[in-house]
């Protein structure tokens, strides 16, 4: 029997990266099909670097406790939108120079901060500890964190500032869309799963997924919103006792 966790795609918010103990890679990122005559290819590419380099708590502008969210754009969204918002040629690169200095900022303040922590846990590794050096080495990680917060705001404001109002309005309603459809695949999931737990038949939502996964990949997200709310009601359905 197929896992209903495959009903958790791509589409999803990738969750932040954590910091200072670890960082986590942004296991949602979606891979586009290759265009290697398209401008925006390369791009995604760096978009992909980014995302995997990221680290300290981020400022991702995709949750709703963000309260920068409202206003800024994140890589990884235009990863997922570029085609419905039309980039230019020099949009893209533009962006591509500003999202390649960011990595190799980013990926250096990151080895960077690892030796901080390193230290840092070794000083406290002591049975009695020394409390000016450990402050003062703690000072050091924090110092790096917020170096590495200005390097992803100012990705984002330029991100921000190379797009066109047209396409600022087109990538906020697109997110409101995202967070709709994410949702909406939360519930299917776990109703899914409740279905798979009580051995209940699932070719039917199988179905559905074949229809959800082509649409996701095209972006069309209103279509893909609409095989959702079918999965919903027959999972409702389905449920009634």
Known sequence: ??????????????????????????????????????????????????????????????????????????????????????????????????IQKAQDRLSDLKRRLQDEVDALANLVKKERLEEEAVLAQF?????????????????????????TAEQQTKLKELKRNLAGLKDKMEKVKAAAQRWEQEGRDLSALRELKDELDPLLHAKKLKEAEAVLDRALKLLSGKEEK
């Open 1 to 98: 029997m197929k896992s209903s966790r495959r009903w958790v795609k791509a589409s999803e918010t990738p969750r932040p990266s954590r910091l200072p103990i670890e960082t986590e890679l942004e296991d949602k990122m979606k891979s586009h099909q290759k265009m290697k005559s398209h401008p925006t290819h390369t791009l995604s590419i760096c978009i992909l670097g980014l995302a995997l380099l990221a680290s300290g708590p981020s400022l991702r502008a995709q949750h709703d406790s963000d309260p920068l969210a409202e206003h800024l754009f994140p890589p990884e969204l235009l990863q997922e939108t570029h085609q419905l918002i039309g980039l230019t040629e020099d949009q893209v690169s533009s962006l591509k120079a500003g």
């Open 139 to 163: 000072d050091k990680v924090m110092n790096l964190e917020q170096k590495i917060k200005r390097t992803q705001l100012a990705l984002l404001v330029q991100i921000k500032n190379t797009l």
